[in-house]
């Protein structure tokens, strides 16, 4: 029952970012600097291995890597209409020794609402994945599906800047 059910939530995911995909590329056009926050790491999932040190570090390197510039602590602080990226994390252990996990992209801008003129935040940009497997891969797993989704933004954000496809 698990498994049809993971097999079309995935499948919904998947046609739902694709339809928004010329709108997202947009937003993605000439990002000048990122930065990064880890959200959901429960004691379950940290039990598990799952690190937000470790997944904040590999996420900074990659955006690093290809160019943006991330700001950390006090620099993210003292310029807070910079762009965020959040990694938003699930895990749900079964009663056997599985697990279902969950990680999310999510790109999160300041924004003004044309009606009031009022700022505040909206997340321009996301895709998430899915997975389910022995819950003493869930760590790997959850490295792994970060690092398939930075590399989904990366792209996109590049195809958007330099019209590559």
């Known amino acids: 029952m ?3 059910f993971l097999a079309l939530t995935v499948a ?3 046609s ?3 339809s928004l995909h010329a709108q997202g590329a ?3 056009r000439e990002l000048p600097a990122v930065g990064v926050q ?4 429960t004691p379950a999932a940290a039990a ?3 690190d937000s040190t470790d997944l904040q570090r590999r996420s900074e390197q ?3 890597a290809a160019g943006f510039v991330v700001p950390v602590g006090a620099d993210l602080l003292e310029h807070p209409e ?3 990226l959040i990694v938003n994390l699930g895990l749900f252990r079964t009663r056997d020794s599985s697990a279902v996990y969950r990680v999310a992209l999510e790109l999160m801008e300041q924004v003004q609402l044309m009606r009031n003129g009022l700022a505040t935040h909206a997340i321009g940009w996301s895709e998430q994945m899915i997975g389910f497997g022995p819950a003493m891969r869930s760590a790997a797993a959850t490295r792994a599906a970060l690092d398939q989704l930075l590399e989904m933004f990366l792209s996109q954000a590049r195809e958007a800047t330099l019209g590559l496809r």
Not at 38 to 41: H, M, P
């Open 2 to 4: 698990i498994t049809r």
């Open 12 to 14: 919904v995911i998947v």
């Open 16 to 18: 739902g970012t694709a």
């Open 26 to 28: 947009a937003l993605l």
């Open 38 to 41: 880890i959200v959901g790491i």
């Open 48 to 50: 598990l291995g799952i």
């Open 62 to 64: 990659k955006l690093r």
């Open 82 to 84: 910079t762009p965020l």
